[in-house]
């Protein structure tokens, strides 16, 4: 039985029935060919049609599956920018052949090859479409296209595909970097075109002096005729020349009709090349930031050490702009003003593990970097080195003979001098800098780039240099631009990473300087058993339920038994079962805490802890209050001001100190609780460590609360709802909320109980205040340059009565009068401010009259009194204010008298202080005669302060008292000559530590002024 013989028919309905086959064998078998004839035999088909109008190839709906893999072969330059950047296969475009479009009219056949490159916006793929049409429109038989590159500076022609013609593939035509032909404007044919933007027609290439017969030789083509023409912008700028050679058909000349069909196409050509470029760049850019991110990323992650950052970037360097070898300087820290040893200091201080080591320069905002005018000033403290060619991706430090090498050709020092880019495309030959080969390593530099790295403030800190491309081809202004953004990332990393070091050795410091000032801050071992030794004194005996109280009666070492007795009296440390030991070194190591100041010191600390007992056991808040926050807020008025500098939270701000910038509000406060907490963590002095895990955090928030609330800004935020609860009669304080609130009112009510105290106390007190806000505001004029408010002013210290008048009302009596009215035992505290208030006021008022009576007093001629003589007087008025302090204490102890008030003697004094600086002003040097105007007026002045004395007596106001608190001062009666002994004494103790600690010469005209006075 024979074979079958197969039909037509059978193959068809085989492949109408097996479409996957169909398309598979079409796809690999068919041609291009035979699509077209498919077409031409079927124009009126709509899929021919459509195939004639969208560059997409014409299917039935049978063939619709074979046809498919054309169809989006010829779909255009479609696919997303990401599919394009991430390198993925295009499809080929199925190109009509040279046979069909010659068949085309020549506007068909123009608008053919204009759709042709419309949607191609790979460069490549552009300039390839572009030389098959040109060839196509012209009968060309060779193509070549040469694109612009560079700056306008150093503009170049660089032949992107070279000697295409008709059988030419993309993949064949392209130049590699490597391979491109490089001509600058001007040069041979094609430089001539770009440079004048003429066209240029040669029949006979051999007869111009412009052509280079070299190509001929070694292709073994015979070039005829040329016709080269200008691509440019819509601006009109050269972007590229195309150029024909050889027409094919004819005597192998173009014509004038060539000419004008090539211009024409080459004008569209201008706008798909720009679209193409811009597209180029934007992949460029995308490419570009995603390196940089991914760069971000590492150098961000990496920051355990300066060595790990820099060779993190140093491998992403060259994987970015692919070169042989990057070298990164890190510069020494050079700082205007500073020997090498105030710099080695500084190192040390700021945490430098060695001293004697080079410091990297700094990449701290506060940095104060100067730039280096010379070259000789440059020095590199760190050097890395990293070398590719070898296959090595080990970061090294560079040898003495490639450091040496590097001092040598001083590029490196140039760039980090002048801050300029260098960019050597051909080392071996540069005049500028002798690079040669570098001894260390052999290497060879061909091209080269250099950039400064920047810190934060854009000085300089550090040098990197690019060595060899891989393409053998200089860096170009792509590679600056993204090696500019490369170096800012560096910056950053290297700061980030500095910063860590920094932080991580500043820790380190910071731990070890605890340690040091934990064991110098905490009471010693034999101090703490003189203490734990002492014998405490009853609380009757210390006065201490009584809020007349004086501490002035109490030495340094009574004040801490003082205190001890206070949570005796309390029962804390039974309560609270806390180690007698600890409690006394707790209290020597706050004691010690405080610094010297004139005011805010352990003695101020220790009589707001006294008010606060008294308002607990005899002011009726003992049962208001409970145990633990008895103890907290003991705690805290002892703790409230540790630390204190001397200077308020305005101050700090204004300096923008340290603590300023490590506190944003209540800046002292935050300070004082955090010192609290930082003693008792000090071993063997946490008072609070018996209590349970809950306890401890309540007492802790008290303390911290008790603490803050004693910042006059948060009192006066809440005195209005503190007030408003004692007026509703809202007084059950069981809620959270509003025992804070209590609290908080308390804390200020002891702080400034002060201005409650009896007259002298009050009056002593304000001085000691006073003094002290004196001595902000000269910092304030010295230190800051700026004018100090009134209560600070020490030239305006007269105006302190009606200061003081101001305070009063403003602060202290509507918190005194809230408590008055919540608790009528808190009343002798409000009477004591009121009387207070009547004192102040009637020496305001006494003020005035005298600078009324006197206004030459109030109103000196400032015209004529020179800087030099206001120098004088105020120093005067500090003599002055000692000598009141001397004779104070000299008269008290010689007749046991009451200490004159000092504004009385300041009247006095300043009388006769003003009529010496008149005799100075007249030029005498003597004291003036016994009946001249002056000792006149110094005995009015007299009869004066006798009467402001009987005044004072006068409105001095006996605040009425219970039986027992009368009783009290009974046994206060039978003490009074050993109180006015002791305050003596204390007088005589702080004008001596006032005459250590100002010092100051006498010159003659205060030697006369003070004869006058005494």
Not at 485 to 507: R, S
Request: aromatic content about 8%; overall charge negative; proline content about 3%.
């Amino acid at each position: 039985m024979g074979t079958k013989q197969i039909t037509r028919e059978d193959v068809a309905k085989f492949l109408e029935n097996d479409y996957q086959f169909a398309e598979e064998y079409f796809s690999t078998s068919a041609t291009a060919s035979m699509v077209e004839k498919w077409v031409a035999k079927h124009p009126g088909h709509k899929d021919a049609q459509s195939f004639a109008d969208s560059d997409s190839i014409g299917e039935t709906e049978k063939g619709a599956a074979i046809l498919k893999h054309f169809r989006k072969s010829m779909s255009g330059a479609g696919g997303s920018l990401k599919s394009l950047i991430s390198g993925s296969p295009k499809p080929k475009t199925l190109r009509r052949s040279r046979t069909v479009l010659k068949e085309m009219n020549e506007k068909e056949l123009f608008m053919e090859l204009i759709r042709d490159i419309s949607n191609e916006l790979d460069i490549n793929s552009l300039s390839h479409k572009i030389l098959l049409n040109v060839s196509v429109l012209t009968n060309g038989d060779r193509c070549s296209l040469f694109l612009v590159r560079g700056s306008k500076e150093n503009r170049q022609l660089v032949s992107k595909l070279f000697d295409v013609n008709e059988n030419s593939t993309l993949e064949d035509s392209i130049h590699s970097e490597a391979k491109e032909i490089r001509l600058p404007f001007g040069k041979g044919i094609v430089g001539h075109v770009a440079l004048t933007k003429e066209t240029v027609n040669i029949k006979n290439a051999y007869e111009d002096p412009r052509f280079n017969r070299e190509i001929d030789l070694k292709t073994g083509y015979k070039t005829h005729s040329i016709l080269c023409m200008p691509i440019c912008s819509h601006e009109g700028e050269v972007i590229g020349v195309a150029q024909i050679i050889n027409k094919i058909s004819g005597d192998h000349e173009f014509t004038a009709k060539d000419q004008e069909v090539f211009q024409n196409y080459l004008t569209f050509c201008g706008i798909g090349l720009m679209n193409a470029q811009l597209f180029e760049m934007s992949v460029l850019e995308y490419k570009r930031n995603q390196m940089l991110l991914n760069l971000a990323r590492g150098i961000f992650e990496e920051q355990s050490s300066l060595h790990k950052v820099v060779h993190k970037i140093m491998l992403e360097a060259i994987a970015l702009l692919k070169c042989e070898r990057v070298l990164v300087f890190i510069l020494e820290e050079h700082e205007e003003g500073m020997s090498i040893f105030e710099r080695m200091g500084k190192k040390f201080n700021q945490g430098m593990c060695n001293p004697l080591l080079k410091q990297p320069a700094s990449l701290h905002q506060n940095s104060k970097i100067k730039m280096l005018r010379h070259e000789e000033e440059v020095e590199f403290a760190m050097a890395f080195d990293l070398l590719a060619k070898n296959k090595n991706t080990e970061v090294k430090e560079p040898s003495k003979d490639t450091m040496a090498w590097t001092t040598e050709n001083g590029i490196a020092k140039h760039v980090a001098t002048t801050g300029e880019t260098l960019n050597i495309e051909d080392a071996e030959n540069d005049k500028r800098f002798p690079v040669g080969i570098d001894p260390g390593t052999d290497f060879k530099p061909r091209t080269l780039l250099c950039m400064p790295i920047y810190n934060s403030e854009h000085k300089i800190i550090g040098v990197t240099q690019l060595l060899n491309k891989t393409n053998e081809q200089p860096f170009n202004e792509q590679d600056i631009n993204i090696f500019e953004a490369f170096a800012i990332f560096c910056g950053l990393g290297m700061h980030n990473t500095q910063m860590y070091e920094n932080a991580c050795q500043l820790m380190a410091k910071q731990t070890v300087a605890l340690e040091v000032l934990s064991y110098h801050a905490t009471a010693q071992p034999e101090e703490t058993h003189r203490l734990k030794t002492a014998v405490i004194p009853s609380a009757d005996q210390l006065q201490l339920f009584t809020f007349n109280f004086d501490d002035l009666q109490l030495n340094e070492d009574e004040t801490l038994t003082a205190s001890i007795r206070m949570f005796q009296e309390c029962d804390l440390i039974n309560l609270f079962h806390v180690p007698y030991d600890v409690i006394c070194r707790w209290l020597l190591s706050v004691k010690k805490n405080y610094r010297p100041v004139t005011y805010h010191n352990w003695r101020h600390a220790f009589n707001v802890a006294q008010t606060m007992f008294a308002m607990i056991k005899s002011g009726g808040m003992e049962g208001v209050v409970g145990d633990l926050e008895v103890f907290a807020l003991l705690v805290a008025c002892l703790c409230h001001d540790l630390d204190h500098r001397g200077t308020n939270n305005a101050f700090q701000q204004k300096a923008d100190s340290p603590l300023a910038i490590l506190y944003g509000t209540s800046t002292m406060e935050h300070h004082h609780f955090d010192h609290c907490i930082m003693i008792l963590n000090s071993e063997g002095n946490n008072i609070f460590a018996s209590l349970s895990h809950e306890d401890y955090r309540r007492a802790i928030k008290i303390l911290e609360s008790a603490i803050l609330s004693t910042d006059l800004a948060l009192y006066f935020r809440k005195r209005g709802q503190f007030s408003s609860l004692v007026e509703k009669g809202d007084c059950k304080w069981d809620d959270d909320e509003k025992k804070d609130l209590l609290r908080g009112m308390m804390m200020t009510a002891c702080d400034v109980s002060a201005i409650t105290k009896p007259w002298e106390i009050q009056h002593r007190v304000a001085e000691m205040v006073a003094s002290e806000f004196f001595e902000q505001g000269d910092l304030e004029k010295t230190q800051l340059g700026q004018q100090p408010i009134a209560m600070m002013d020490r030239e305006k210290k007269d105006e302190l009565p009606k200061m003081q008048v101001g305070f009063i009302d403003a602060i202290c009596t509507p918190v005194y009068k809230t408590f008055a009215d919540l608790e009528p035992l808190l009343k002798p505290l409000f009477e004591g401010c009121l009387n207070n208030r009547r004192n102040w006021q009637s020496l305001a008022e006494q003020h005035d009259k005298d600078m009324s009576e006197h206004p030459k007093l109030s109103q000196p001629d400032n015209a004529k009194t020179s800087k030099e003589d206001k120098k004088q007087s105020s120093k005067t008025a500090v003599l002055v204010m000692k000598l009141y302090k001397l004779l104070a204490v000299t008269n008290a102890r010689a007749s046991n008298s009451k200490i004159p008030s000092f504004p009385s003697f300041c009247s006095y004094t300043n009388t006769i202080t003003t009529t010496t600086t008149n005799h100075h002003h007249c030029g005498f040097t003597t004291p003036p005669s016994a009946d001249s105007e002056e000792i006149k007026e110094v005995k009015k002045s007299e009869d004066t302060k006798e009467k402001l004395k009987d005044d004072i007596k006068q409105n001095e106001v006996i605040t009425p008292r219970k039986k027992s608190e009368t009783l009290d001062d009974g046994v206060n009666v039978g003490k009074r000559n050993n109180k006015n002994k002791k305050e003596s004494l204390s007088l005589e103790r702080r004008s001596s530590i006032v005459n250590n600690q100002e010092k100051e010469s006498l010159d003659s005209k205060q030697k006369s002024s003070l004869c006058v006075v005494l």
